[in-house]
T-cell receptor
Framework: EPEVTQTPSHQVTQMGQEVILRCVPISNHLYFYWYRQILGQKVEFLVSFYNNEISEKSEIFDDQFSVERPDGSNFTLKIRSTKLEDSAMYFC????????????????FGQGTRLTVV | GEDVEQSLFLSVREGDSSVINCTYTDSSSTYLYWYKQEPGAGLQLLTYIFSNMDMKQDQRLTVLLNKKDKHLSLRIADTQTGDSAIYFCAESIDRDDKIIFGKGTRLHILP
């Protein structure tokens, strides 16, 4: 069964360093998302991406964050200068576009990357 | 703003039914979801319901929606040890829209 894969599963980085979280969405999907879950808190929407541009972003997704689809398969989240409060589990998700006359399928989530900023 | 609330913990004896409750605030929510997260794993969609439905049943899972009260519940019949996980209630306005999650209910199975 196709799945969304994320690497690495756990990343430790020093405060102020740049970090790139990688995701390989399901190959025929066209919508891509990043969510994060701070320990003990809700899963929060960060950003959605479609047709090579951001379609929506939350207030969390400030100038420190950026997303990119550098090739046909990867979808990355970059945090330019990490802060302690960026420590969280980051989930990537992808979904298929709503084709004419057909309801879109669900968003499939990856297993997450646990980011620890020290 | 949009918000989804659910209780944080539920303990149930193996073989009993589990009922996890959730309330949401956005009346324009069209899709309501239940996701399951096992330890060390990602978010797995268990089931979803359209806002124009009252109930959806899928094997041991029953979802009930009270749109007037903005209340969603997930019933797991004959709860097994493998059902031990965190269950997230979630909603979205459209299938391609962002998903708003609750904090998750940790289901603990007692022997």
């Amino acid at each position: 069964e196709p799945e969304v894969t994320q690497t690495p599963s756990h990343q430790v980085t020093q405060m102020g360093q740049e970090v790139i979280l990688r995701c390989v969405p399901i190959s025929n999907h066209l919508y891509f998302y990043w969510y994060r879950q701070i320990l003990g808190q809700k899963v929060e929407f960060l950003v959605s991406f479609y047709n090579n541009e951001i379609s929506e972003k939350s207030e969390i997704f400030d100038d420190q964050f950026s997303v990119e689809r550098p090739d046909g398969s990867n979808f990355t989240l970059k945090i330019r200068s990490t802060k302690l409060e960026d420590s969280a589990m980051y989930f990537c998700a992808s979904s298929e576009n709503r084709a004419k006359g057909r309801v879109n399928t669900e968003a499939f989530f990856g297993q997450g990357t646990r980011l620890t900023v020290v | 703003g949009e918000d989804v609330e659910q209780s944080l913990f539920l303990s149930v004896r193996e073989g009993d039914s589990s009922v996890i409750n959730c309330t949401y605030t956005d009346s324009s929510s069209t899709y309501l979801y239940w996701y399951k997260q096992e330890p060390g794993a990602g978010l797995q969609l268990l089931t979803y319901i359209f806002s124009n439905m009252d109930m959806k049943q899928d094997q041991r899972l029953t979802v009930l929606l009270n749109k007037k009260d903005k209340h969603l519940s997930l019933r797991i019949a004959d709860t097994q040890t493998g059902d031990s996980a965190i269950y997230f209630c979630a909603e979205s306005i459209d299938r391609d829209d962002k998903i708003i999650f609750g904090k998750g209910t940790r289901l603990h199975i007692l022997p």
